[in-house]
């Protein structure tokens, strides 16, 4: 069965602070995926990687940055995080076919 | 603009009965559609997937249908289960790099009553 951990199920955090969350899987797989949810607005991809030290920008870049250093994990970086972070952060890995798997994601507010 | 489209935010259906959960899309070059589940405070998982080279795949109570001249797939369970309330979520995805990026549709929050 595929693994895909989340650092953390909830998180609290004050506008401008640096918030790092990570993400691991132990399937081996090539590709990862960072996702933010919001209601009504469905998931929306930020960044992925398909390789070591390899990240493309998705959808929705702006605000965030990615480390990749080892293949099992993938780390979101919110270099000074806002009110309008406050989200659902979904991480997913998946190999050269279609089907992604998800961490049970981080639930982050921004006070 | 969404290439994706879930046009039913959400869907109410009695237990036993069939689900019908819709989804649209706009971009001719995707060529394989997914469906995925998502409970509450869960990530998604994958429920069951089509190429385009296919018009249906069926995986036990779900059945997915596509329509390439229309540009529209549909999800259907049958009989639907109680436990089957959830969010669907419908993705298209492209080849990029060797690998496949996927695009979400908003998701339709399906209630299965008793």
């Known amino acids: 069965d595929v693994k895909v951990t989340q650092s953390s199920r909830y998180l609290v955090k004050r506008t401008g602070e640096k918030v790092f969350l990570e993400c691991v899987q132990d399937?081996?797989?090539?590709?990862m995926f960072w996702y933010r949810q919001d209601p009504g607005l469905g998931l929306r991809l930020i960044y992925f990687?398909?390789?070591?030290?390899?990240?493309e920008k998705g959808d929705i870049p702006e605000g965030y940055s990615v480390s990749r250093e080892k293949k099992e994990r993938f780390s979101l970086i919110l270099e000074s995080a806002s009110t309008n972070q406050t989200s659902m952060y979904l991480c997913?890995?998946?190999?050269?076919?279609?089907?992604?798997?998800f961490g049970p994601g981080t639930r982050l507010t921004v006070l | 603009d969404q290439q994706v489209k879930q046009n039913s935010p959400s869907l109410s259906v009695q237990e036993g009965r069939i689900s019908i959960l819709n989804c649209d899309y706009t971009?001719?070059?995707?060529?394989?559609f997914l469906w995925y589940k998502k409970y509450p405070a869960e990530g998604p998982t994958f429920l069951i997937s089509?190429?385009?080279?296919?018009d249906k795949n069926e995986d036990g109570r779900f059945t997915v249908f596509l329509n390439k001249s229309a540009k529209h797939l549909s999800l259907h369970i049958v009989p639907s289960q109680p436990g089957d309330s959830a969010v669907y979520f419908c993705?298209?995805?492209?080849?990029?790099?060797?690998?496949?990026?996927?695009?979400f549709g908003r998701g339709t929050s399906l209630i299965v009553h008793p």
């Open positions: 399937m081996d797989h090539e590709n």
């Open positions: 971009n001719s070059m995707f060529d394989y």
């Open positions: 993705a298209a995805s492209v080849p990029s790099g060797g690998s496949y990026i996927p695009t």
């Open positions: 089509i190429s385009s080279i296919k």
């Open positions: 990687s398909y390789d070591v030290k390899m990240k």
């Open positions: 997913a890995t998946g190999g050269w076919d279609n089907e992604q798997f």
